[in-house]
């Protein structure tokens, strides 16, 4: 965790530094999901646990 906060500490500007930085603490990054853009403009998506059920369930028929 220290070099990763050095490494971004040294090139602050980097996406890729601030990423693993980020997700290194094990907190992760989250919001509300209300407050969207996809929300506000009613729009629904899938989550990871819907896609999985619907595309690599096992078939009931087979």
Known sequence: ???LKGDLAADPGDPMKK???VFAEG???A???R???NAA???EL???AQW???NLAPDPGA
């Open 52 to 54: 999985i059920a619907r």
């Open 41 to 43: 403009q009613g729009i």
């Open 27 to 29: 907190r992760g990054v």
């Open 19 to 21: 990423y693993r930085a």
């Open 1 to 3: 965790m220290a070099k």
């Open 31 to 33: 919001w509300d999901k």
């Open 35 to 37: 407050l969207t853009f």
């Open 46 to 48: 899938t989550t990871a």
